[in-house]
């Protein structure tokens, strides 16, 4: 009871603290998901026209994501030092597989029946894509992003221990001041932000589930 | 309309599934090409639109060889219908009809047109239009998939198997309603089936295949009576000989009243619009040789008797 009430006494006074925190960790999220979802739709878009890409590419992504994440961290810590720049880097290869793997799923499990009917109807290349083939892809694509942002709030609590900024500065300086309530405060914001966040997304699927069955 | 000139095709190399194949299909028929599963029906439906390109050979589409069309220009010339009728399940029926529209870049006010035009002639309310595929039956779906197919105005229309997964009753109700849009529009029609009946049904033309090969081609008549090869005459056989009686009507065959016999004395009839199954079963059913025969407005027009079938001519 003490622990939860200092909890909460921390939160209240350190308020522009941790806010400020939230805010560091939610542009640092945000950027590496916006890099995240352009990048990773555009390579399931491309490799799903090849099989052998395919397989290499998720092959690649695969191996990438086995990798430990204080590993990834250290080993670009090497390349492009510390800061912000790193943990993008880092974020972006770890978030990639969920999306790349996804849009690459969806797109070629559209059933051949439709993708006949629209290639015999004429439609170019690109219209069976933008017309047909991505809207159909496209819950399963957003079902991968989902995971993909839940993962990349949750692994920017880690960017802190490479110089970067967001609440993973609170969970680092609890651990090394032994000062539990703010490694705990820390810890619940980014759970919470990556909850709502997960939230908002789950709304946004379900809405284009209930169109495209 | 359409030309092959000793087309081959073969996916792999010694296996062929078009041999050495010639073929004409003119404006306005309506060609059925029937055959066992794997003796190239498809493959050479798939042909005439360019989903499959062939080996050897010429073809020839609107008096244009084939290599000369661009292969979209090309498809968008050809309505097709499929078996698992394809619908977009992301999209209304209204955008699903409209879709050859819509890839052409067509006004929205003309594709709202079109759809709501398309949807009539096939035989469903407008307030279909804004339903999703899967809020429909079977065989709606298939009214769809033939309206999506006419949304460009194709003068050809390539259907391959379109009621195969449509349930015996509904199919019959199709099969109606296709003769009938062949008949209103003045389209060229190559459909595939596997179905004899379907076959003696539909077609103008009647192509029977086996291994690549055309075995046997003509009208209706030709193909149930004067079949010139083996395996068209097993293959169609019986079967379509009673298909053949099912759909040439009695009107077809009316005579007059035997010499001696007065319309008066006849006490069974049937309609001249009624299939020559129908006379032939009450002739038999009653132990009669003659039965009258009606119009629709019930006026008296002849009589029926066995012997009349001798007056189809051929």
């Known amino acids: 009871m003490e622990f939860i009430k200092n909890l909460g006494e921390l939160l209240k006074t350190r308020s522009d603290f941790f806010i400020e925190l939230l805010l560091q960790h939610l542009v640092l999220s945000l950027i590496a998901i916006v890099i ?121 609590g880690i960017a802190s221990f490479i110089g970067a900024g967001g609440l993973g500065v609170a969970i680092w300086r609890g651990i ?11 810890s619940l914001l980014v759970a919470l932000l990556a909850f709502v966040a997960d939230g908002i997304l789950g709304i946004i699927e379900k809405r284009l589930l209930r169109r495209t069955k | 309309m359409i030309e092959f000139r000793d087309v081959s095709q073969q996916y792999q190399a010694g296996k062929p599934i078009i ?100 949807i009539q002639l096939v035989g469903l309310e407008e307030n279909y239009l804004a339903k999703y595929p899967n809020e429909l039956s079977g065989g ?18 390539l259907m391959d198997e379109p009621l195969g997964a449509v349930d015996q009753i509904n199919r019959g109700v199709l099969q109606d309603e296709i003769i009938r849009i062949y008949q209103t529009l003045n389209k060229t029609i190559v459909f ?55 759909i040439v009507k009695i009107e077809q065959v009316v005579c007059p009243f035997n010499g001696n016999v007065s319309e008066k004395e006849i006490t069974l009839w049937v309609s001249a619009a009624d299939p020559l199954i129908v006379g032939i079963r009450i002739c038999l059913e009653n132990g009669v040789n003659q039965i009258g025969v009606r119009d629709g407005a019930g006026q008296v027009v002849g009589a029926f008797d066995l012997g009349c079938l001798s007056r189809l001519k051929f």
């Open chain 2, 192 to 246: 595939v089936t596997h179905d004899i009946e379907e076959a003696i049904k539909l077609g103008t033309k009647i192509v029977v295949m086996n291994q690549g090969e055309i075995m046997e081609m003509g009208s209706r008549d030709a193909i149930v009576f004067h079949s010139k090869s083996h395996f068209a005459d097993d293959f169609i056989g019986n079967k379509g000989f009673l298909s053949y009686l099912n």
């Open chain 2, 19 to 118: 041999r050495h194949l010639s073929l004409t299909v003119s404006q306005g028929e309506f060609v059925v090409l029937i055959g066992p599963s794997g003796c190239g029906k498809t493959t050479l439906l798939k042909m005439m639109n360019g989903l499959i390109k062939p080996d050897s050979g010429e073809i020839r589409i609107k008096g244009k060889e084939l290599k000369a069309w661009d292969p979209i220009t090309l498809k968008r010339n050809i309505g097709y219908v499929i078996q698992q009728v394809g619908l977009f399940p992301h999209l209304t029926i209204e955008k699903n009809i409209a879709y050859a529209l819509d890839i052409q870049k067509a006004s929205e006010t003309v594709k709202k047109e079109r759809a709501r035009e398309l």
């Open chain 2, 140 to 157: 709606q779906k298939q009214r769809v998939g033939i309206a999506r197919a006419l949304a460009a105005d194709p003068e050809i229309i």
């Open chain 1, 176 to 186: 090394t001041t032994n000062f539990d309530e703010m490694t705990v405060a820390g």
């Open chain 1, 36 to 156: 995240i979802t352009v990048v990773g739709v555009t390579t399931g878009v491309l490799i799903a026209k090849s099989q052998k890409a395919a397989s290499v590419v998720i092959g690649l992504t695969n191996v990438l994501y086995t990798i430990p994440s204080i590993a990834m961290f250290g080993f670009f810590v090497s390349i492009t030092g510390i800061g912000n720049t790193t943990a993008i880097i880092a974020l972006v290869i770890y978030g990639l597989l969920p999306v790349i793997r996804n849009t690459y799923v969806g797109l070629t499990e559209v059933d051949d029946q439709i993708l006949e009917a629209a290639v015999g109807m004429g439609s170019t290349p690109w219209q069976l894509l933008s017309k047909i083939q991505f809207p159909l892809a496209l819950p399963v694509i957003i079902a991968g992003i989902r995971s993909m942002v839940v993962m990349t709030i949750a692994l920017a």
